[in-house]
């Protein structure tokens, strides 16, 4: 059986599956929500063993993760930082804070830093554009920031 390691500790993803979700298939998205919080992203193997765990076909488990956008089939950094660019925060400097961090991560958007600390993403609002220029770091809001400002925000998160 494979084992996984869910919150901190060496247990299967059957306990998981089991244990908070009753072993229901009704309860998969939040099955695949515990799982991506806990990587960062939705690994393979992970999804074939709730698959074949829940008889639900694998299609359709990755038709649910690439259709939400907080589902990432590709390793994530530790901390996501996300830069709002939609219309608010970008006539607000949405755009120049998104080059500076790419700058000063040695990444584009999208992308994850080497040391796996920092992941680039953006989104077209996240439903506070009066507060805009919006970035998120996790899920933690820093509203009406600039480009030093994030920078600095950066330092807390290891
Ligand atoms: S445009 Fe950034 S929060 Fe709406």
Redesign the pocket.
Known sequence: MTVFIISGKKGALDDLINERFAGDKENLIMILQAINKEYNYLPRPALTYVSTRLDVPLSQIYGIATFYSMFSLEPRGRNIVTI???????VRG?ERIKERLESYLGIHAGDTTEDMRFTLET???????S????VTVNEKVYARTDSEKTLKTLDQYE
């Open positions: 709002c660019l939609g219309t608010a925060c970008h949405g989104v077209r609002c996240i439903g506070c554009c507060l805009g220029p919006v």
